[in-house]
């Protein structure tokens, strides 16, 4: 049997059991649990040779005076499982899961598949991804290999084979994680290409439909025979850009939904299987493809901290890890302490900041926290991206911080674990539409490529914005998917610009708002295909009659529009900015013009009656303080019940329901300063102080703390 052909079927064939398995069982391990889990992750490896032995008796002692519940090991070494090829080792790991068996503290084991050993790169140079335009690909990275290459699964499958029978009776093992904030690593190996072909032979049966379905008569690129299907490396037609990243979206799958069929075939029944992502809305991974492989979804939310600690962040992460299975998640990263692959971005947390991180992310849905590293590491790529303790190993601030929120896990945890959270409003994600508009960008950006607790791309920025225009309001929001067919359970729909979609998608939008549902919609919507052509229907294409209105032309702004009457109230703020499109009403009602003396003929925002529901459609780019006027109105028109306006600004709510069937209500203050305000919940019980609170009754919360209302 042809390898590559075996290990392909083989990987599907898994993948097809892993997502029934996901599918039909609601109650997979780990998606229910007794108490909030609380740890980080732990690499005795990682010590100075000085300090063993000893050491790991030490970091157990704290971690268990401390409180500790969880840690996660062994997804970084592959080198130390097996030093040489066949040569298999788990002495070094026994001692340290032993030991935190015998102190009470669980353990998720990882596989160490993101990081290859020397010998096998040395073996097997092939191995190495190849990265775009074909350069140089070399040792010393992380992430570095092709995950299709037949000797690297070869070898994956006996080591991850080894470990999970190794580790599955030993009761302090509760669950695997598969691999490590995986992503295609953007491998454009030569050996892919005959998947990719397949793909597309599958896809369109045809050189002559994919040539139209492409365009590529445009420059002469036909592809007239399939043996001559060029690489990846010089295309230009955006039609290949978008097809490749559903390619390496689904290669990504393949290879998580494989380790976790091996990881089944070999595991206690009740360990869970969990992937970190490494946070979410990647390019190359489809999320919501990846958790139907998963018992559990878990992600890695790191976020700003210090002045730049707003809730803002976690919040949209934990929305969407939890609607990925709409189920609780786990966090197996975030911040200890500092960030950084440099000493550039220093900035410990203030007094609270972890306390209230912690509960930020169960208010979200989460299971456990953990964080990124309980140690921090003497030399190395990752020096400055500390852990609890610091490079000194004694206790600390941090370390004070952790404990204090340890015990109190365990007093409040049973009551706030598992809670459920069910909201009304939505928004509309689409990596498709991410990917299109990073190759086709209607603005383009400046500043680093990756900042903690904000996106990278112009389409994740309208995302950010959007939640946080929800998240100031006090809504709870969930995530739905261009793959999602029901949409009855909510009101209202936030669609950021989707630039890509077939007519079915856009179907399905329109039905929303003719059955009633009220839909806020963002420029460049509807404009191109499932295959990023655009359109030759008269913008917006089948969703005309839905949005009542049409346009033949567009334009950028190279500076900022106030709109006329300042029509949002929003100040200094009024202002359009990046992006124009001429906007001529049919049936819908303008609710903003430009203010000028051309642009000012076409309006900026317009609403459309349809069927039973609404369609508010922003033809341009806003400030946040614009974009919330508009949700807020939305939101009023839907008829969603007004939040509590008493509350300051700092202060945030998140809400759910508790296992025991309690409503719980977080108060969270996220700023270094205390906040008093009247409490207009029914009577309840603050969970942390167990204080009663009454309808009316003045509440204070001190800087960077919260109030847990259990009625």
């Known amino acids: 049997m042809n390898l590559s052909f075996g290990l392909r079927t083989s990987a599907l064939l898994l993948a097809a059991a892993a997502t029934l398995t996901a599918q039909q069982n609601p109650n997979s391990p780990g998606a229910l649990l007794p108490n909030v889990l609380y740890g980080a992750a732990y690499y005795n490896e990682y010590m100075p040779a000085d300090l063993q032995p000893g050491r790991l008796e030490k970091d157990v002692a704290l971690m268990k005076e401390a409180g500790i519940s969880v840690v996660r090991m062994g997804e970084s070494t592959w080198s130390l499982w097996e030093p040489k090829d066949g040569e298999f080792e788990y002495a070094w790991m026994d001692r340290i899961v032993d030991a935190m068996g015998k102190a009470g503290i669980r353990v998720i084991m990882g596989t160490p598949t993101y990081s290859i050993p020397t010998w096998m790169a040395k073996a097997h140079p092939e191995m190495l991804a190849r990265p775009m335009g074909g350069g140089e690909t070399g040792y010393g990275m992380r992430q570095n290999m092709n995950t299709d290459d037949p ?3 070869r070898y994956a499958e006996r080591l991850i084979v080894k470990m999970a029978e190794h580790y599955k009776n030993n009761p302090a093992v509760i669950g695997w994680q598969i ?47 399939w043996a001559d299907f060029p690489t990846r490396d010089h295309a230009t037609s955006t039609s290949y850009k978008l097809e490749w990243t559903r390619f390496e979206q689904d290669r990504v799958t393949d290879f998580l939904a494989w380790q976790a069929g ?3 075939a070999h595991r206690r029944p009740d360990q869970f299987v969990t992937q970190d992502y490494g946070s979410m809305m990647r390019l190359d991974v489809n999320e919501p493809e990846v958790a139907k492989t998963l018992d559990v979804v878990a992600n890695n939310p790191y976020h700003g901290t210090q002045d730049h600690m707003d809730g803002r962040w976690q919040a949209l992460q934990g929305d969407f890890s939890r609607s990925l299975k709409k189920q609780n998640f786990l966090v197996t990263e975030t911040n200890a302490q500092t960030l950084g692959w440099d000493s550039s971005m220093q900035f410990p947390p203030y007094d609270g900041q972890l306390r209230l991180d912690v509960y930020t992310d169960i208010s979200s849905g989460a299971n456990m926290v953990e964080y990124w590293h309980w140690h921090s590491i003497h030399a190395g790529q990752e020096t400055y ?6 490079h000194d190993l004694e206790k600390n601030r941090a370390y004070a911080e952790v404990s204090r929120i340890a015990h109190e896990l365990q007093k409040v945890g049973p ?4 809670m459920k959270v069910q909201n009304q409003v939505a928004i509309l994600y689409s990596v498709d539409s991410n990917n299109a508009l990073t190759f086709m960008p209607y603005e383009h950006l400046s500043g680093p490529p990756w900042e903690p607790g904000h996106a990278s791309t112009s389409y994740g920025h309208q995302v950010e914005q959007l939640h946080g225009a929800l ?3 006090n809504v709870g929001t969930d995530f739905v998917f261009p793959t999602t067919t029901d949409l009855s359970q909510y009101k209202v ?12 998608l856009l179907k399905r939008i329109s039905d929303f708002v003719k059955n009633g549902g009220h839909v806020l919609m963002t420029f460049k919507s ?26 033949q032309e567009f334009s950028n702004l190279e500076k900022s529009l106030p709109l006329r009457d300042d029509p949002f109230h929003a100040g200094d703020q009024n202002k359009a900015s990046s992006w124009a499109e001429f906007l001529i009403t049919d049936t819908a009602k303008p609710l903003a013009f430009y203010d000028h003396p051309f642009f000012g003929r076409w309006p900026a925002v317009t609403r459309n009656q349809f069927g039973k529901g609404t369609l508010t459609y922003e033809g341009t780019a806003l400030t946040d303080t614009a974009q919330a006027s508009i949700v807020n109105d939305v939101l009023k028109l839907s008829g969603l019940p007004p939040v509590d306006g008493n509350l300051p600004v700092s202060v945030k709510i998140k809400r759910g329901t508790s296992q025991s069937g309690r409503r719980i209500t977080y108060y969270l203050n996220y700023s270094s300063a205390p906040v008093t305000f009247p409490y207009a919940g029914a009577a309840a019980k603050d969970l942390l102080t167990t204080k009663q609170l009454a309808r009316g009754q003045s509440v204070t919360i001190a800087p960077w703390d919260l109030v847990i209302a259990e009625e």
């Open 262 to 264: 091996l990881v089944r």
């Open 151 to 153: 000797n690297y699964r």
């Open 415 to 418: 009551e706030i674990v598992n």
């Open 179 to 225: 691999d490590n904030e995986t992503s295609s690593y953007g491998a454009t190996n030569l050996s892919l290409y005959p998947a990719f072909v397949d793909r597309l032979k599958k896809k369109f049966g045809t050189t002559d439909a994919l040539n139209k379905a492409w365009f590529l008569n445009y420059w002469g690129q036909d592809v007239n025979d």
């Open 493 to 504: 729909l936030i669609v950021p610009s989707l630039y890509i979609a077939d007519d079915a």
């Open 471 to 473: 998240y100031d309001a």
């Open 526 to 551: 509807g404009f191109a295909n499932e295959n990023s052509a655009v359109r030759w229907q008269m913008a917006p294409g089948p969703l005309r009659e839905a949005a009542g209105f049409h346009y």
């Open 385 to 390: 991206w500390k852990g609890v303790l610091s």
